[in-house]
Structure formats: structure tokens, C-alpha cells
């Protein structure tokens, strides 16, 4: 079972869209030891967010689910690297970039995105250390 000490297998997995749509959405046996590198990932995180709750809106998600929520086809979330997530003790998910951003290289963050109402990070075991905005439906480069 994989879990990190907040954060747990089947919030990883979870997915409304999925339930809405009635398919499962059930992670991959080798996907495993991706998904346990990124919870623990998603743990440095928290742990920088000074320890708040971290509220995973997305973690994995299969093919399936990822085209139905128009998701990337190189989409991180495929391959259990990448989470979409809210800190609302701490605050808006733009002022959570602002304070994650120069942290990347520390936590190990791979790409940080802000998007409108998220903010999506992902991890690999070769970071790039990334940071993006979404704005006028264009990835742009830096939080401005």
C-alpha cells in the first residue's frame, strides 16, 4: 500500500471526474515506486508549507481519466509524478508558488505550475527545478 505519513493511497488515486464518469482509475503495479516518490515529495512540500494541510485535487491519473479532464498527453499525472494541489491555511495557490518557487531545487520539485486555482508540482529523480505560470491559456515561464 503505498501512503506517506499524510498522505494516502487512495487521495493519490482519487478522482471526481473519474467517479462522475463511472471508471475506475486504479494505479498501474509498476507505477508504484513513482507514486511513493512523489508523496514523499509531496511531503517536503508540506513540510515547507509549514506543516498545513495539503489537499490533493489531483494525483494519478490513467489515460482515460487524463483525456476525459483534457489533461496533456505527456501528462506527469499518467506516470504517478505529478500532483495538482490547494494549501488554503496558507493561502492563495499564487501566494503558495511565490513561496514554493525558490524552493524547487531544495524540495526537489521537478516542474511547478501555477495554475488558476492550483498549484501542480511534479518529481523526478533528475528535477529540472522549473517554474511556470498558466496565463492566457499559454504556459509562460516564471510566476509574473
Known amino acids: 500500500m503505498i501512503f ?47 506543516s498545513l494541510p495539503v489537499k490533493i485535487l489531483s494525483g494519478y491519473r490513467g489515460p482515460e481519466v487524463n483525456r476525459l479532464v483534457g489533461g496533456s498527453s505527456s501528462s506527469q499525472h499518467m506516470k504517478a509524478e505529478a500532483v495538482d494541489f490547494v494549501c488554503p491555511e496558507f493561502g492563495t495557490p499564487l501566494e503558495t508558488a511565490k513561496f514554493l518557487a525558490p524552493l524547487c531545487w531544495v ?38
Open 4 to 50: 506517506t505519513r499524510h498522505f494516502s493511497y487512495e487521495e493519490f488515486i482519487r478522482s471526481e471526474a473519474a467517479a462522475r464518469a463511472g471508471i475506475g482509475n486504479e494505479l498501474p503495479p509498476e507505477l508504484k515506486t513513482s507514486a511513493q516518490f512523489t508523496l514523499a515529495g509531496m511531503e517536503r512540500v508540506r513540510a515547507a508549507l509549514k
Open 107 to 144: 524540495i526537489g520539485i521537478d516542474q511547478m505550475i501555477l495554475e488558476p486555482t492550483w498549484v501542480h508540482v511534479s518529481f523526478t529523480s533528475n528535477p529540472r527545478g522549473q517554474v511556470l505560470h498558466f496565463v492566457d491559456g499559454k504556459y509562460k515561464v516564471g510566476l509574473a
